[in-house]
């Protein structure tokens, strides 16, 4: 099999090197056993990781892996280290805080961690936050509890007050952990830090409740969301079916993308429509889900349909608002359902009962279920290894099973968003029966005032 360090598909040449800031000159305290064996491991991108592809056959590239390396960059006893959380709450964040600190004092023997408060606004003055110290005493329950210990903030920072911060405390490797916005955010850093040259190792933590940082197969928190998403499902069913004619609608994650909607719905057969932002749907006309909702409930006198957040803009006035990162503001798509399903059903002379919920905060304020813990726990642990080896501009994510370090211009390069062509979509329209060609429509409907 041929592998190489660059993925070239088309036009499109994507390089899988990870940048250090130097050899490793320091004996690891690791033992011999627990060193990495081979630096590389050659894996297979289908669509589904790497949508450039558009039907075209896998493609395998080398990826360097993660793990302690036998000589190190940093010398650990000097070593200082910074922790920032950023973005979104998400189940699993102390706990990858927790294994970072673990393994930087147990493993490494390094001085000291920090933990930089409220995200990318701790490292700016102005905002008068305090930096708090993190120890093994004072992190080892955190993971017993959902959220972030440091607190977090969204908005872009000045990468150069950032740096300024990092090089006041001597800091020698930053870790961060974020979604989307952050690694972009991170990789103003890292250009701010060679450009004056400096020696500081930036190791991004992948973070999004949505599933949907590119390249990233699955992201932590996101199995722990499904489930937590899975209980409102059944609550919205028991609701459905404890009337005549009765509607569940349960409104979840997923600005862009519908991993979680599609998830928890190939985990609750109940669910009879799936609507998510990567397709636009009609909600009028010859297999509109207007239509097809009263006739499923003539049929089965119940429905339950779960609709990702960022769902149905098409068919609402957008708003020119954005929040602090830069997002454009949703339109409540949950209350554009309730809207048009009350006129809809009414003009049909139908008696119906609608229960919405909406279970938002509940799902990314909890903490981490056993396989979520298991996998946060690797991803500090690896993050640690590829600092103390000099690593820097890069992630740590799993991809097929094995943990490797990307670089941050993979992870950037787009958001990932849910293949509507593939098996998994597939499957997912099999399990609530709803209509795919009539139902999801490729032309966007007329917005409604």
């Known amino acids: 099999m041929k592998t190489d360090s660059i993925i070239s598909i088309g036009d499109i040449s994507l390089s899988t090197k990870i940048r250090s800031l130097g050899a490793g000159k320091i004996r690891s305290p690791m033992p011999e056993a627990s060193l990495v064996d081979v630096d590389s491991v050659p894996i297979f991108l289908d669509s589904e990781l790497l949508d450039d592809l558009n039907g075209l056959p896998p493609v395998a590239a080398e990826f360097e892996m993660a793990g302690p390396r036998s000589h190190l960059y ?82 872009p920072q000045s990468p150069q007050e950032v740096v300024d911060a990092l090089e006041r405390m001597n800091i020698s490797c930053l870790f961060m952990i974020g979604g989307d916005g952050t690694m972009r955010a991170t990789q103003g850093i890292v250009q701010e830090i060679e450009t004056r040259c400096l020696r500081i190792a930036v190791i991004g933590i992948p973070k999004t409740i949505d599933n949907d940082i590119n390249f990233i197969s699955e992201s932590f928190g996101f199995e722990t969301a499904v489930f937590k998403a899975t209980e409102a499902i059944l609550c919205a069913h028991t609701e459905a079916i404890g009337y005549k004619n009765g509607i569940g609608l349960v409104k979840l994650m997923g600005r862009e993308s519908g991993f979680i909607a599609a998830q928890a719905t190939l985990a ?27 006739k499923r409930l003539r049929r ?35 209350e554009l359902l309730r809207s048009e399903i009350k006129k809809y059903l009414s003009a049909e002379g139908m008696p ?10 509940i799902i990314r304020s909890v903490p981490a279920n056993a396989n979520d813990k298991v996998y946060c726990g690797f991803l500090g642990q690896n993050a640690v290894h590829a600092a103390m080896a000099g690593r820097t501009n890069m992630v740590v994510a799993k991809l097929r099973g094995h943990y490797v370090h990307l670089p941050l211009e993979l992870v950037t390069r787009k958001r990932r968003r849910l293949n509507v062509q593939s098996a998994y979509w597939r499957a997912v329209l099999d399990s609530t029966g709803q209509p795919e060609p009539a139902l999801f429509s490729s032309e966007p409907a007329q917005p409604l005032e």
């Not at 600190?101 to 023997?109: D, G, L, N, T």
């Not at 957040?309 to 339109?331: A, F, K, V, W, Y």
């Not at 119906?352 to 905060?361: E, G, R, T, V």
């Open 268 to 294: 609750m057969k109940e669910v009879n429509f799936v609507l998510i932002p990567e397709i636009p749907f009609a909600l009028h006309g010859e297999g509109g889900l207007l239509p097809e909702l009263a």
């Open 352 to 361: 119906f009962a609608l229960k919405s919920i909406d279970p938002s905060y």
């Open 300 to 334: 089965s006198r119940h429905a339950v349909i779960v609709a990702a957040e960022g769902s149905g803009q098409h068919l609402m006035r957008g708003s020119d608002e954005t929040d602090p990162s830069g997002n454009t503001s949703l339109t409540d798509v949950s």
């Open 74 to 155: 940093f010398d650990p006893p000097k070593a200082k280290c910074a922790i920032a959380t950023c973005g979104g709450l998400c189940p699993g964040i102390n706990d990858v805080i927790r294994s970072i600190v673990m393994e930087a004092f147990y493993k490494y023997h390094v001085s000291t961690v920090l933990g930089i408060k409220y995200g990318l606004e701790g490292f700016i003055p102005s905002f008068g936050h305090n930096v708090m110290e993190l120890t093994p005493q004072n992190v080892a329950d955190i993971h017993q509890f959902g959220g972030t210990i440091l607190g977090s903030s969204r908005g």
